[in-house]
């Protein structure tokens, strides 16, 4: 427990700063959430659509140092991959559920040889 007035007061900031934080991840977590359900499906004009907003999102809390600008940048490519996979037809929607789970597809099956 703090004592000072300072500790007190770095332990109220804390706090506060811990809040926002986590809504802001958790904002992020949502979007990205929503980009990947379009990419699952097969939904490329959603996709395209949100792709933009999840950078956005994920562009202004780096900002914010809530993440670092470089695991931003690196999420952002990726989302970006994933969709460019879906136009060009390299994944279906059930390759695309593997990949956004981080899972190769099955050997043998259509995702695997195509």
């Known amino acids: 427990m703090a004592h000072s007035l300072s500790a007190k007061k770095r332990v109220r900031q804390s706090e506060k ?3 926002r934080n986590r809504a802001r991840k958790t ?3 949502d979007e990205v959430k929503a980009f990947t359900a379009a990419i ?3 939904d490329v004009k959603k996709a395209e659509e949100l792709l933009p907003k999840v950078a956005q999102r994920l ?3 780096a900002a914010k140092n ?3 600008k470089n695991a ?3 999420k952002r490519s990726r989302l970006a991959k994933k969709l460019n996979a879906l136009k060009a037809g390299r994944i279906g ?10 899972k190769k597809a099955a050997k043998g099956t259509k995702a695997a040889t195509a």
């Open 27 to 29: 904002l992020i977590r």
């Open 93 to 102: 929607p059930k390759a695309a559920a593997a990949a956004s789970k981080g």
């Open 72 to 74: 931003a940048a690196r």
């Open 59 to 61: 562009d202004r809390t």
């Open 66 to 68: 809530t993440i670092h």
């Open 17 to 19: 700063r811990r809040a």
């Open 40 to 42: 699952t499906t097969g």
